[in-house]
């Protein structure tokens, strides 16, 4: 999948945040968040600013593109 991202590192940078935590603070499943640190499910414009917001950082700090 061309995006990838560092949502594991920042989840351990934030005192391990779980992925339960992130996903309850941001409105999606764990499942969700799973599916997206593991590069299967590219998230939503909306989910990846609310998963940079919540990091305190911007989206292409987490997020990366490249290209096939």
Same mark, same amino acid.
């Given at each position: 999948?061309?995006?990838?991202? $560092?949502?594991? =590192? +920042?989840? +351990? !940078?934030?005192?391990?945040?779980?992925?339960? $935590?992130?996903?309850?603070?941001?409105? %999606?499943?764990?499942?969700?968040?799973?599916?997206?640190?593991?590069?299967?499910?590219?998230?939503?414009? !909306?989910?990846? +600013?609310?998963?940079? $917001? %919540? #990091?305190?950082?911007? %989206?292409?700090? %987490? #997020? =990366?593109?490249? =290209? $096939?």
């Amino acid at each position: 999948m061309p995006i990838e991202n $560092d949502i594991r =590192r +920042f989840r +351990f !940078e934030h005192k391990e945040m779980t992925q339960a $935590d992130l996903a309850q603070r941001i409105g %999606v499943t764990r499942q969700t968040i799973i599916a997206i640190e593991q590069n299967r499910y590219a998230p939503s414009l !909306e989910a990846a +600013f609310r998963i940079a $917001d %919540v #990091f305190g950082v911007s %989206v292409d700090q %987490v #997020f =990366r593109w490249t =290209r $096939d």
